[in-house]
């Protein structure tokens, strides 16, 4: 099995620019499967908590319409090479994925 | 059924997540600014309806706000997008599709040095305008950008 | 002007497979110069960036999603399959010199006491053969996933196809022939799209080129969705309703052959996204 997700986080000046690719297939509930002509069960990460040494700096809510294979950039100020980004998500089922990176 | 099914999706939600990350110490109590799922924002079926519900009606038209999405998508299953938000003390962004199905795609909330800055990729069904919410100081504020989605299938 | 393009169609009609004193330089010679025409604009090296080097809006997107591509969790599966050792010990490095690096643009090639065209996969197969494993199936997600690793490991070198004695331009003129004739029920043939109207729309796609085109797979279409050189050629075969023909072919395998020729000089860069 893959890694639950992927995590880069590198400083640039006096920012961090975290950039994290998650394993997940995103699935909308609006696709039918081809060969029983049924609605595929909707299947999608709906909230991500991602903290910088236990400081929470982006908590997002996600509906089925972010592309399967999240990617979620951002930057934060202030922080340092050595900080540890932590990344939680769970989706509508439950399904819980976690990853970690050090800022370099 | 539809109750059961909310009160699942809202324990799974965010409680969950929090759960998890309190768990692995992350997180103490209290230091969480997230609410639980927002079930009727996302499942709104008007963009009106799902900012309203998300906590960005009647938003100000803002030039603060930067959008860099593609004039023609690729493929809409694929869209990047990247919003900037210039307008100081942004603690929400927030990504509106108005044709899709239901037009909420995503609400950021950032803190403790983020800046106002968030990029992503996003599914669309066709051609629309993609709005985006910025929560600052109170008050919300939006912009908005095309993009042109074709019904794809031959490229290469 | 017009009259200029008039003459080199024509030109290219004539090349199609059939004049005798045709050569696969003299082919590629005459292909650089019909796309030099049409795409004054383009550098030929971002030629493998197909229709994308058309438009910066689409390259621009492009450029997005290769800078963390979503199908790189799918790039570890295919690394894990290369790097798995055999039963015997030996793994797939021990079948290509050093050990691997830089190994995938010299494919295919024409092996003269086969009399046959060898493609990577087909390379990669014997390699499983030689060393008592099971092969994988053509076609199959972890006969790409192992061949897009595989190539990623010559990223950066250059294709340096080799058409050398009869055997050979035998197999690339089929290949050549089979690019140019008209076939299916819309009769079409390959270049219908790629030579006569690249750059052009079809529906709502811009139509990539020939040169560069078999530079860069496997491709992971719409971000997660692997697709081979040859099950693009059953795509394109489906959308020009055409008769979809078997994966490693004597046709596809020739077919591959005179396109990678084609590419000759191109950066390799494998896999990419494509829409």
């Given at each position: 099995m893959a890694d639950d997700m992927k995590i880069r986080a590198t400083m640039q000046g006096d920012v961090a620019d975290v950039k994290i690719l998650m394993n997940h297939?995103?699935?909308?509930?609006?696709?039918?499967?081809?060969?029983?002509?049924?609605f595929i069960p909707a299947h999608f990460i709906n909230e991500v908590v991602v903290t910088l040494n236990g400081k929470p700096v982006v908590q997002a809510q996600w509906g089925y319409a972010i592309s399967k294979n999240p990617f979620l950039g951002f930057r934060v100020k202030g922080a340092k090479a050595g900080d540890k980004i932590a990344v939680s998500t769970v989706d509508n089922l439950g399904g819980k994925m976690q990853g970690e990176a050090v800022v370099a | 059924m539809n109750q059961l099914r909310r009160t699942f999706l809202k324990s799974a939600g965010s409680l969950g997540a929090v759960a998890v990350a309190v768990g692995a110490g992350l997180l103490r109590p209290g230091q969480v600014f997230a609410a639980a799922w927002n079930k009727v924002a996302f499942t709104a079926t008007n963009v009106t309806e799902a900012m309203k519900e998300a906590g960005y009606g009647g938003a100000a038209d803002s030039k603060d706000i930067l959008i860099k999405v593609p004039e023609i998508a690729e493929n809409g299953a694929l869209v990047p997008v990247e919003v900037t938000s210039?307008?100081?003390?942004?603690t929400n962004i927030a990504i509106f599709v108005d044709?899709?199905?239901?037009?909420m795609i995503a609400d950021f909330e950032i803190g403790n040095g983020t800046e106002g800055f968030i990029v992503t990729r996003i599914k669309m069904n066709k051609t629309s305008l993609v709005r985006i919410g910025v929560k600052a100081g109170g008050k919300a504020y939006t912009a908005s950008k095309e993009v042109k989605v074709t019904v794809g299938g031959c490229g290469g | 002007m017009k009259r200029k393009l008039t003459y080199l169609l024509a030109g290219l009609l004539l090349l199609?497979?059939?004049?005798?004193?045709?050569?696969p330089e003299k082919d590629y010679k005459a292909l650089l110069k019909h796309y030099k025409e049409l795409?004054?604009?383009?550098?030929?090296?971002?030629?493998?960036?197909?229709?994308?080097?058309?438009s910066a809006d689409a390259k621009s997107q492009y450029d997005t999603i290769m800078e963390f591509p979503p199908f790189t969790m799918d790039m570890e599966e295919g690394a894990k399959i290369w790097e798995t050792p055999f039963k015997n010990g030996k793994n797939f490095a021990s079948c290509f010199p050093n050990k691997g690096k830089n190994a995938a643009g010299k494919y295919p090639y024409f092996d003269d006491k086969a009399g046959r065209v060898v493609t990577f996969e087909n390379a990669l197969n014997a390699c499983l053969k030689a060393n008592d494993e099971p092969e994988l199936k053509y076609g199959s997600r972890e006969m790409g996933l192992l061949s897009a690793h595989a190539k990623s490991l010559s990223n950066g070198s250059k294709v340096d196809v080799k058409v050398k004695g009869a055997g050979a331009l035998a197999a690339y003129e089929k290949g050549k022939q089979y690019y140019y004739e008209r076939r299916g029920q819309l009769n079409f043939a390959c270049s219908t799209c790629h030579i006569d109207n690249a750059g052009k729309r079809t529906r709502s796609e811009e139509l990539s080129m020939l040169?560069?085109?078999?530079?860069?797979?496997p491709v992971f279409r719409d971000g997660t969705t692997l697709v081979t050189l040859q099950t693009r050629f059953r795509q394109c075969a489906n959308n020009t309703r055409m008769a979809k023909l078997e994966f490693d072919s004597e046709e596809y395998n020739n077919l591959e052959y005179f396109m990678t020729y084609m590419s000759n000089g191109m950066k390799m860069i494998t896999p990419v996204f494509r829409k």
């Open positions: 297939i995103m699935e909308t509930g609006l696709r039918k499967d081809p060969k029983t002509d049924k | 210039k307008i100081a003390g942004t044709q899709n199905q239901n037009p | 199609s497979g059939f004049a005798a004193q045709a050569t795409f004054p604009k383009v550098k030929p090296a971002d030629y493998i960036y197909g229709s994308l080097a058309l040169i560069g085109q078999a530079s860069h797979f």
